[in-house]
């Protein structure tokens, strides 16, 4: 009872910063609605869909995993930040559980991401783009178990190297071999077999999948359920290993 107070205390105080200044919000979902608007268009032929709705149906999937990685990969700044501010610091003193204090932050970028989602598809609704309610929730679970692993991990590594100027160049090097082994902009069955066995190694390959799979209204396809299973494990490890990088840098 108290780690569930301590972290919607946490999750509270997080939430209200945000929404002092919510031009964050914007600022992260404008990216993907430029590829939304610039990109997409293109895709029909490239993708030889019958329809414009149907290439939508194989982009925005992965336009949203896109925006679940990089949404949790650097929210690691915002740390740092409270770091140098003694945030962190003063949070020693206090009775609040450890581990609400990383789950509190993470739950706020979860909620966070779930807009600019929701945002995302609401647009692509008008590019005709269709999916049954029941699969879209699903799919939104998947992009909110990726946001916390990556949020996650984020926190954990800010802590540890307790340095914009290392965090960036650290997560920009994660973050670009990810993007380009997931599929995410185009499906890697174009891709050559070399390249389609290494993607198999990347969790966030098997979530693009799954995400597909769900907006297709597969909703029984073995993607789903194994792209669910693998982000969920690795969302519990990622919190698991942040949760032990803040009780020892708030002891």
């Known amino acids: 009872m108290k780690f ?62 896109l925006l679940a990685i990089f949404g949790g990969l650097f929210q690691g700044f915002g740390l740092i930040a409270e770091l ?4 962190i610091e003063r949070s020693r003193v206090t009775p609040i559980s450890r581990l609400a204090l990383l789950l509190g932050r993470s739950l706020r970028d ?6 600019q989602a929701v945002i995302i598809t609401l647009l692509a609704l008008l590019f005709d783009l269709r999916v049954f309610i029941g699969d879209l929730l699903l799919a939104y679970l998947m992009l909110a178990l990726i946001a916390l692993m990556t949020s996650a991990v984020s926190y954990g590594v800010a802590l540890k190297v307790k340095s914009e100027d290392a965090l960036a160049p650290l997560m920009n090097t994660v973050a670009q071999p990810v993007l380009l082994l997931s599929g995410i902009l185009l499906p890697l069955t174009f891709a050559p077999g070399w390249l389609q066995a290494i993607a198999d190694w990347n969790p966030f390959s098997w979530a693009v999948d799954g995400t597909r799979a769900l907006f297709a209204g597969d909703l029984g396809s073995d993607k789903v359920w ?3 299973t693998i982000t969920a494990v690795l969302a519990a490890l990622g919190v698991v290993w942040a949760a032990r990088q803040f009780a020892r840098s708030v002891r």
């Open 84 to 87: 140098r501010a003694g945030v």
């Open 110 to 115: 979860v909620v966070s991401l779930l807009a």
């Open 226 to 228: 194994q792209g669910l």
């Open 4 to 65: 569930a107070r301590d972290t919607w205390l946490i999750f509270q105080r997080q939430t209200q910063l945000l929404l002092r200044n919510p031009v964050w919000v914007f600022v992260g979902v404008f990216q993907p609605v430029m590829y939304l608007l610039l990109f997409a268009p293109l895709l029909k032929p490239a993708l030889n869909a019958p329809t414009q709705a149907a290439a939508y149906k194989i982009f925005v999937p992965g336009l949203l995993v």
